[in-house]
């Protein structure tokens, strides 16, 4: 299928940086056996990860901005783009060897997210959104689930972990919720659970305290799938209050409905 060649230039370096990660893996299996674990060298693998993706996206488009989760932000003399990265989104998982993590990429002009670039190379999941261009699963068409009744929906959330985040809210939510849905789930990669919402295999996903690499690609491309991607708490942008809340129109309003008032 041909893309754009902006999608292309993120989905080159997207690849590079995941035969990167994978050939970390592998290692890691090594290392779990060690007392000290494997966790200096993962830290290492995510800045070797972050490095490639910006000399890659800096050579291919020089001046944009670039802001990833281990380097900070890297202004450009070009002021309307900025690339949003996480190099490894789902950290714990790829720490214990679980395969789902993922590369993320976006591309915000001005204030607009326009592209999006989501990789797990060890499934060899490929998913991509452009801005009025539709959403992407390895060349497959993405559209969000149609299911309009919560009980027949799989839902997936975030929980925070040790030190992070209100855990009595969240095990609030998860009282609401459980007793109406198919199913909860806690995958560990916000990337991939926005993935999974555009590809319809999860009805509906919500996470408080997300940081805008960890949703940006991932919230276009659940649009581009038909989808609705709000905060939780307003109808605004969950990349400026780092809460995010989406499904298809119906199941969103049903998530919100119940979401919101735990709150207020
Ligand atoms: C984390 C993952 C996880 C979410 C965390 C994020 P990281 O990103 O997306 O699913 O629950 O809040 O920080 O640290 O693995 O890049
Ligand atoms: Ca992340
Ligand atoms: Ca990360």
Same mark, same amino acid.
């Given at each position: 299928?041909?893309?754009?060649?902006?999608?292309?230039?993120?989905?080159?370096?997207?690849?590079?940086?995941?035969?990167?990660?994978?050939?970390?893996?592998?290692?890691?299996?090594?290392?779990?056996?060690?007392?000290?674990?494997?966790?200096?060298?993962?830290?290492?693998?995510?800045?070797?990860?972050?490095?490639?993706?910006?000399?890659?996206?800096?050579?291919?488009?020089?001046?944009?901005?670039?802001?990833?989760?281990?380097?900070?932000?890297?202004?450009?003399?070009?002021?309307?783009?900025?690339?949003?990265?996480?190099?490894?989104?789902?950290?714990?998982?790829?720490?214990?060897?679980?395969?789902?993590?993922?590369?993320?990429?976006?591309?915000?002009?001005?204030?607009?997210?326009?592209?999006?670039?989501?990789?797990?190379?060890?499934?060899? /999941?490929?998913?991509?959104?452009?801005?009025?261009?539709?959403?992407?699963?390895?060349?497959?068409?993405?559209?969000?689930?149609?299911?309009? /009744?919560?009980?027949?929906?799989?839902?997936?959330?975030?929980?925070?972990?040790?030190?992070?985040?209100?855990?009595?809210?969240?095990? !609030?939510?998860?009282? /609401?919720?459980?007793?109406?849905?198919?199913?909860?789930?806690?995958?560990?990669?916000?990337?991939?659970?926005?993935?999974?919402?555009?590809?319809? !295999?999860?009805?509906?996903?919500?996470?408080?305290?997300?940081?805008?690499?960890?949703?940006?690609?991932?919230?276009?491309?659940?649009?581009?799938?038909?989808?609705?991607?709000?905060?939780?708490?307003?109808?605004?942008?969950?990349?400026?209050?780092?809460?995010?809340?989406?499904?298809?129109?119906?199941?969103?309003?049903?998530?919100?409905?119940?979401?919101?008032?735990?709150?207020?």
């Amino acid at each position: 299928m041909l893309h754009s060649a902006l999608i292309n230039v993120m989905v080159k370096a997207a690849r590079r940086a995941g035969r990167s990660l994978s050939r970390d893996l592998g290692e890691i299996e090594n290392l779990q056996v060690s007392l000290k674990g494997p966790a200096n060298f993962v830290s290492a693998a995510d800045r070797r990860a972050e490095e490639m993706l910006y000399a890659d996206l800096a050579k291919a488009r020089p001046g944009y901005g670039f802001i990833g989760e281990e380097g900070g932000r890297r202004e450009g003399a070009d002021k309307s783009h900025t690339w949003i990265v996480d190099p490894l989104d789902g950290t714990t998982n790829f720490l214990h060897g679980i395969p789902q993590f993922a590369i993320s990429i976006a591309l915000q002009r001005e204030d607009t997210v326009v592209a999006g670039v989501i990789y797990n190379p060890a499934t060899d /999941e490929l998913y991509i959104a452009e801005r009025g261009k539709g959403a992407f699963l390895n060349d497959q068409r993405l559209r969000v689930a149609a299911r309009k /009744e919560l009980k027949d929906c799989v839902i997936a959330c975030g929980l925070p972990h040790i030190g992070r985040g209100d855990h009595e809210l969240s095990r !609030r939510e998860m009282a /609401e919720l459980q007793p109406r849905v198919a199913g909860l789930r806690r995958f560990g990669a916000a990337s991939l659970d926005l993935a999974f919402v555009a590809a319809g !295999r999860l009805d509906g996903y919500w996470e408080r305290n997300l940081k805008p690499w960890d949703m940006a690609a991932g919230m276009i491309l659940v649009r581009e799938a038909g989808g609705v991607v709000s905060d939780i708490q307003t109808p605004g942008d969950p990349l400026l209050s780092g809460d995010v809340i989406c499904g298809n129109e119906i199941i969103h309003a049903s998530l919100t409905k119940i979401l919101r008032p735990l709150t207020a």
